[in-house]
């Protein structure tokens, strides 16, 4: 029996200070995640943690900047955002000898959301740039049925991937009006909108998306999602999980995965999970696409039969 153990003891990988290192299945790490990713990334460290008793993940959930600069400077081993790397941040891993993984896993979205006493349902892709270019400041410019109210465009980080992710995909802008500005989460930013007729309010898909979450409910009772169209002849659609999958909603974002660990181990092994059957059906539960599971889609027909 000592025998026994010994030879265990001996295949235990250890570090240079002789500390037990973890593997794919135990051990501990920080892992640092853009906030807007919460509903996600919850569930899934709940069920990975389920099935691996002796892993153990610290999240951090912050901006997205944060999250990436953590992992640059090996504050956390894993961070999960919504972009890939930039040259620059991938050159700053490579000059310390480390060689990151990069791999998406699902495919989220930005919601758009106002308040219930707004009547506005609906909204062209171009009157967002023109609401992030300062061109548009009142609601009635939208529609001039709508009563004369100022607009308020809220968001959930001064560094929000959000704000990012509008930069680099619809329009390139400095700096935003000043009737657009932070509420340092997602959460806030419904709270806020629930509360002023005047606001519009951009959050995760994932916020909204899971029918059987209370909070996700709670929410959905508190505002209203808008349909967004990419011209004025084409068609609305709300980010509903089968119009994202199928690219019919055009505020669509990946969810990657980035590690910097140098050999196999809990981050490496949280990621296989979160890719694997399992973490992709918790993607699939939150309302999102996941990335390595194929989606089927299931048309209903409400014709009555002869």
């Given at each position: ?8 003891t001996s295949c235990t990988e250890r570090d240079k200070h002789g500390k037990v290192l973890d593997t794919p299945s135990s051990g501990t790490i920080t ?276």
């Amino acid at each position: 029996m000592v025998v026994a153990m010994a030879l265990l003891t001996s295949c235990t990988e250890r570090d240079k200070h002789g500390k037990v290192l973890d593997t794919p299945s135990s051990g501990t790490i920080t892992v640092t995640v853009d906030e807007s990713l919460k509903p996600l990334i919850d569930p899934e460290i709940v069920a990975f943690e389920g099935n691996y008793r002796n892993a153990h993940i610290n999240v951090i959930y912050t901006s997205e900047s944060e999250a990436i600069d953590a992992l640059l400077i090996d504050s956390a081993r894993l961070s999960i955002v919504t972009r890939r790397l930039a040259a620059t941040e991938e050159k700053s891993l490579t000059d310390q000898q480390i060689k990151c993984r990069q791999l998406t896993v699902a495919t989220s979205g930005i919601a758009l959301i106002v308040n219930r006493q707004n009547q506005d349902t609906l909204i062209q892709l171009q009157d967002l740039k023109k609401i992030l270019s300062g061109e548009i400041k009142t609601w009635k410019m939208i529609n001039k049925s709508s009563p004369p109210l100022g607009m308020e465009v809220v968001f959930d980080h001064p560094n929000s991937s959000m704000i990012r992710f509008l930069k680099d995909s619809l329009m390139a802008f400095d700096t935003l009006p000043k009737n657009c500005f932070a509420v340092e989460s997602n959460t806030a930013v419904v709270e806020y909108v629930s509360q002023k007729p005047q606001a519009l309010g951009l959050i995760d898909v994932s916020w909204i998306s899971d029918s059987d979450d209370s909070t996700a409910n709670s929410f959905l009772g508190s505002v209203r999602v808008l349909g967004i169209s990419i011209a004025q002849d084409s068609s609305y659609y709300k980010p509903y999980q089968a119009y994202i999958a199928q690219r019919h909603y055009p505020l669509r974002r990946e969810v990657v995965m980035i590690s910097r660990e140098a050999r196999t181990g809990l981050a490496s092994g949280f990621i296989a999970f979160v890719a694997s059957e399992k973490g992709q059906r918790v993607v699939l539960k939150a309302g999102l696409v996941p990335a390595t599971m194929p989606l089927r889609f299931v048309e209903v027909n409400h014709k009555p039969l002869n």
